[in-house]
């Protein structure tokens, strides 16, 4: 079984808020590999925070991109169950936090 490494990010974030992966994830070799933005977000902040990971502004680039396995869904949870159908129809893993 392959192991899940690329992660795609799609949360509601505040500047103040933004999702960390831990140390032992990053450890085991997970990555961020593409950060939805929104008009919340700070880009400065996820940059600090995800230094290789690209910013996208459509959930869409995330979804439709082979490289991501996994999704983390974070925010307002109105939003969640749409995500998660269009994540797992695209084949992907989910992780709702």
Not at 16 to 32: F, H, P, W
């Amino acid at each position: 079984m392959k192991a899940i490494k690329n992660i795609g990010l799609i949360a509601g974030n505040t500047p103040d808020n933004i999702l960390k992966i831990s140390q032992a994830s990053k450890a085991n070799g997970y990555t961020v590999k593409k950060i939805l933005v929104t008009d919340s977000t700070t880009t400065g902040a996820i940059k600090s925070q995800y230094p290789n990971g690209e910013m996208v502004h459509n959930s869409k680039s995330i979804l439709e991109d082979d490289g991501i396995e996994l999704i983390v869904v974070s925010g307002k949870p109105e939003h969640h169950m749409q995500l998660v159908s269009e994540a797992l129809q695209a084949g992907k893993h989910v992780r709702i936090i």
